[in-house]
C-alpha cells in the first residue's frame, strides 16, 4: 500500500511540484494550503509523513507542527520542512518543535524524493 505524505503549502504551484515528484516516486499526497487546513485532514486518517513550509497564513509551520506532535495517533509523524527559511534559529525553533528534517528552496525534486524516502519508514 502507497504511504501517505501531507503537503502543507500556501503556494498551490509549489504543492503542485512536490505532488508531482513524490506520485511519480509512488506516493498518495494530501494537500493543504495552511496548518490549519492541514490539522483539520489529520483526523485518524493514515498520513505517514508531512512535508510543510513556515510562512504560511492563517496558521505557519512551526505552529502546525507543534499541533500536530499534540496528536497522539501524529505524534511520531515525520515532518520535513520545506521552506526558504535557512537560518540556524529558525532551524532551531523547527527542531525544538519536533521537526525531523529540513530543507531550503529551490529544491530538486529528486533530493526531495530522497529526502522523504529516508524519513518516510
Do not use: H
Amino acid at each position: 500500500m502507497a504511504k501517505t505524505i501531507l503537503v502543507i503549502d500556501d503556494s498551490a504551484s509549489l504543492r503542485q511540484v512536490v505532488r508531482m515528484a513524490l506520485t511519480g516516486a509512488g506516493y498518495d499526497v494530501l494537500e493543504a494550503g495552511d496548518g490549519k487546513a492541514a490539522l483539520a485532514l489529520l483526523d485518524g486518517r493514515q498520513v505517514n509523513m508531512a512535508v510543510c513550509d513556515i510562512n504560511m497564513p492563517v496558521m505557519n509551520g512551526i505552529e502546525f507542527v507543534k499541533a500536530a506532535k499534540q496528536l497522539p495517533a501524529y505524534k511520531f509523524m515525520p515532518i520535513l520542512m520545506l521552506t526558504t527559511e535557512s537560518q540556524d534559529s529558525k532551524k532551531e525553533e523547527g527542531k525544538a518543535a519536533g521537526a525531523k528534517a529540513w530543507m531550503v528552496k529551490p529544491f530538486s525534486p529528486t533530493q526531495l524524493v530522497s529526502a522523504v524516502a529516508k524519513l518516510c519508514t
